[in-house]
Nanobody, 117 residues
């Protein structure tokens, strides 16, 4: 069973920065794609960053140049560095693991990010 635990959310002013972390249990982290999604109230969950097994990253235009995803396979942890935050970045941020071997995805419990003055 895979468990994902996010941390690092909070309240930040516009233009500020936050770094989210997601620690994974189990032994499949290094052979899984990792991603961050977010969901604002009343809206659907959307991808904000993806990092593959080989380190390839992908971002939607809404966060490109401001957000950076990285992973540390030795620590079973994926990070999301968020800079130049805007009020529209306010959402619950979820960590996601996709295992190609198991053909299964797993979600963390989410962490709230609020960007407000």
């Amino acid at each position: 069973q895979v468990q994902l635990v996010e941390s690092g959310g909070g309240l930040v002013q516009p233009g500020g920065s936050l770094r989210l972390s997601c620690a994974a249990s189990g032994s499949i982290f290094s052979i899984s794609d990792m991603a961050w999604y977010r969901q604002a109230p009343g809206k659907e969950r959307k991808l904000v960053a993806l990092i593959t097994i080989i380190g390839t990253t992908n971002y939607p235009d809404s966060v490109k140049g401001r957000f950076t995803i990285s992973r540390d396979n030795a620590k079973n942890t994926v990070y999301l560095q968020m800079n130049s935050l805007k009020p529209e970045d306010t959402a619950v941020y979820y960590c996601n693991l996709w295992s190609h071997n198991l053909r299964a995805g797993y979600w963390g419990q989410g962490t709230q990010v609020t960007v407000s003055s």
